[in-house]
């Protein structure tokens, strides 16, 4: 049988890698891959590529000629997707032993562990802590692999792993995955700054040694309209909030920008600026422009809920707020307003019990399983309590069998255990539930399969997490994304600062290249 040889690795005839340390007919012959993982081997390295292309497989790739030489350590930000790894590595990789290393194992346990074990799989929070109680050294570790790595910014403990990383091993090979590095230059430096990256690898969905293993994703944007009660209720909302960015204007703040495109993210990046700007004789003002920053938080998170998820989410929040215990002074003097009050009463005796987007979404998700019966779908949505209405709305579909999906335990939900977000997974996988009604938990590498179609409930303004939630679908065939949107409100707001950053993005990725 003839066969090719590719840099290191052999590509049977019948399309399999065939490498001593990959078990037979796991690892598809790709070229690219195997070109990507030929270069990492050999010095630190980034790999961008969309999301669907094979990251992992990358890794498996690079740990099979590497594992030789010592440890194999992979990270991953979260639990579910360190044990994922595992499970791959383990389908793929003849392993003489691995572990998950989690918190839940004693110290000393996970310092014998780390002297006996060559494949390593954990979070980084348990790493870094135990190197910095001394547990163990990375010494003899010949490979970390950072998934996510655009993570590795700030405090975020990659940071410090891959530090140690460098001053402890004499040649440290470092191998860093994402399918999004961000729009912004600066960040995408630190980066690779902080693993000391010296080659980086990237690929868009249109480049020749890629292209014939991505599907097309098709986007739509379904629009809604605010009925006559909620404007009503935003009317009374919005002067609220201009009031609060006024006073801060008073003061010299957020004056680069008209009242009316003020952000979310102009006002919570306020916080750090007032000690900044308000030095000397203006320092005298500090205290209130930190509880009117705080309050025009509170206020447009209140017009966010009002515009892109409806009465009910408003009512609740308000109901914390004011019938709660007020934890914050800003939320007290807010509570204290006779205007807040007021508007309160107003969404008690409001009629309105939902927002015309789940009538949107109903119609879409009736349509899809109408064309496709088996279709599997997944709706992203950004509240707990959105999801929950969501759920009420679509269980009545014919052929749907929607099942939530979220993370842990938050304040105000008990939210999922870690087995029982996997037992769910599993039976998506088998059809058992067909709509995944998802919150951000499901949106970042997560092992589920390629999807019919995904639904955005609302735009938001991350291009990461947007990118994401796209590469849910178009994977083995043409995909389809949905989002819903709200006429004049910050939904399109959103949908314009992500599409604006995700164009910057593939930008940022044509740059990467000439690094």
Request: charged residues 30%.
């Amino acid at each position: 049988m003839e066969q090719l040889k590719l840099d290191g690795y052999i590509a049977q005839e019948r399309g399999f890698v065939s490498h001593p340390a990959i078990k037979p007919k796991t690892v598809l012959e790709r070229a690219f891959q195997i070109d990507i993982a030929e270069k990492a081997k050999k010095e630190n390295t980034l790999v961008v590529i969309p999301t669907g292309l094979g990251k992992t497989v990358i890794a498996v790739l690079v740990a099979a000629d590497v594992a030789k030489k010592g440890k194999v350590v992979m990270l991953a930000p979260t639990r579910p997707l360190v044990l994922q790894h595992q499970h791959s590595f383990d389908e793929m990789l003849f392993m003489q032993s691995s572990i998950v290393l989690t918190g839940k194992i004693a110290p000393g346990k996970r310092k014998d562990l780390w002297k006996e074990t060559q494949f390593i799989f954990s979070t980084p929070q348990v790493v870094r802590n135990d190197l910095q109680n001394n547990l163990y050294t990375l010494e003899d570790t010949a490979l970390i692999i950072f998934d996510e790595a655009h993570r590795a910014v700030g405090d975020y403990a990659y940071v410090e792993i891959a530090q140690s990383y460098v001053n402890q091993r004499k040649s440290p090979l470092i191998l860093g995955l994402t399918a999004s590095p961000g729009s912004q230059k600066a960040k995408i430096k630190e980066v690779m700054e902080n693993l000391s990256i010296q080659n980086v690898e990237a690929r868009v969905r249109q480049d020749e040694d890629v292209i014939d293993y991505v599907k097309d994703i098709k986007i739509e944007w379904h629009k809604v309209e605010l009925t006559p009660e909620m404007e009503t209720l935003r009317a009374s909302l919005e002067p609220l909030l201009y009031e609060k960015i006024g006073k801060l204007n008073n003061v010299g703040l957020l004056t680069y920008k008209k009242k009316e495109y003020i952000s979310k993210k102009d006002l919570l990046d306020l916080r750090g600026y007032i000690p900044r700007y308000l030095t000397g004789y203006r320092s005298k003002y500090r205290f209130a422009a930190y509880l009117n920053q705080a309050m025009a938080i509170s206020l447009y998170h209140c017009l966010e809920l009002l515009e892109t998820q409806g009465v009910s989410p408003l009512r609740d929040y308000l109901k914390r707020m004011i019938e709660g215990p007020c934890e914050k002074r800003s939320e007290k003097i807010l509570v204290s307003d006779k205007r807040i009050q007021a508007l309160y009463q107003q969404v008690q005796d409001s009629s309105e019990i939902s927002h015309p987007k789940l009538r949107a979404l109903r119609a879409v998700l009736e349509k899809q399983l109408y064309v496709k019966k088996s279709s599997l779908i997944i709706v992203f949505a950004q509240y707990r309590d959105t999801i929950s209405s969501i759920l009420e709305e679509v269980q009545t579909i014919v052929h749907a069998a929607p099942v939530r999906f979220v993370g842990q335990s938050s304040r105000t939900d008990k939210g999922l255990k870690q087995e029982e977000q996997k037992k769910i997974l599993e039976e998506f996988r088998r059809g058992e539930h067909n709509i995944l009604v998802a919150s951000s938990v499901a949106e970042e590498g997560l092992d589920i399969p390629a999807v019919d179609l995904v639904v955005f409930y609302e735009p938001i303004p991350s291009e990461i997490r947007s990118i994401q939630r796209k590469g849910r679908t178009g994977r083995s065939e043409v995909g389809k994304v949905i989002i819903l949107i709200t006429k004049d409100s910050r939904d399109e707001a959103y949908l314009w600062a992500e599409r604006s950053r995700e164009k910057k993005m593939q930008s940022m990725v044509k740059w990467l290249r000439s690094q």
